[in-house]
T-cell receptor, first 112, second 115 residues
Framework: QKEVEQDPGPLSVPEGAIVSLNCTYSNSAFQYFMWYRQYSRKGPELLMY????GNKEDGRFTAQVDKSSKYISLFIRDSQPSDSATYLC????????????FGTGTSLTVIP | NAGVMQNPRHLVRRRGQEARLRCSPM?????VYWYRQLPEEGLKFMVY????????ESGMPKERFSAEFPKEGPSILRIQQVVRGDSAAYFC?????????????FGPGTRLTVT
């Protein structure tokens, strides 16, 4: 079983839609949860990070962590064509020796 | 404040040659991570270094691969005697010591092609 599972998509939505991206994980020791956005042939860009369970909002983006279900989500409101990219979840813990575990990424296209 | 720098951006090597990938972390960052990304796959951890120390190299193949982060200068990922299977995008990330050590910032990557 992979440490982190992420639906690869592709996901295609109309402009203005609410997008939901999700990851599940198996290691209950994970404490820090990150979302990255990666444009084609570019490096991943840190979007948001969350510690432990709960919600965090930043503009049109909301990150949710449910540690009891080992499930994290990223919501994008009022999606824009510029949001078209691959979204990677990542997680780590003080106990995992600073190793970061990434999902395979979900490809998102927002259609104007 | 410049971001993470990587060079070269593209590297073509013939089988059996050596590849050297360089990474300069963000200013003030003392932690460097190297990842490999293959098409349709996620980022795979290779090695984690701090200045002059390899902290965790559990993700790096035992043969042909090595990494260093000297006191002065960039971190270097070296691949000796490259094979076609080494073709991939290699990303470097950096973070700083302290409470935000988990915030990693990535460079643009080096795309290695082995012919």
């Amino acid at each position: 079983q992979k440490e982190v599972e992420q639906d690869p998509g592709p996901l295609s939505v109309p402009e203005g839609a609410i997008v939901s991206l999700n990851c599940t994980y198996s290691n209950s020791a994970f404490q820090y949860f990150m979302w990255y956005r990666q444009y084609s042939r570019k490096g991943p860009e840190l979007l948001m990070y969350t510690y432990s369970s709960g919600n965090k909002e930043d503009g049109r983006f909301t990150a949710q962590v449910d540690k009891s279900s080992k499930y994290i989500s990223l919501f994008i409101r009022d999606s824009q064509p510029s949001d078209s990219a691959t979204y990677l979840c990542a997680m780590t813990s003080d106990l995992t020796g600073n190793q970061f575990y990434f999902g395979t990424g979900t490809s998102l296209t927002v259609i104007p | 404040n410049a971001g993470v720098m990587q060079n070269p951006r593209h590297l073509v090597r013939r089988r059996g040659q050596e590849a050297r990938l360089r990474c300069s972390p963000m200013k003030g960052h003392s932690h460097v991570y190297w990842y490999r990304q293959l098409p349709e796959e996620g980022l795979k951890f290779m090695v984690y270094l701090q200045k002059e120390n390899i902290i965790d190299e559990s993700g790096m193949p035992k043969e042909r691969f090595s990494a260093e982060f000297p006191k002065e200068g960039p971190s270097i990922l070296r691949i000796q005697q490259v094979v076609r299977g080494d073709s991939a995008a290699y990303f470097c990330a950096s973070s700083q010591t302290g409470t935000t050590w988990y915030e990693q910032y990535f460079g643009p990557g080096t795309r290695l092609t082995v012919t």
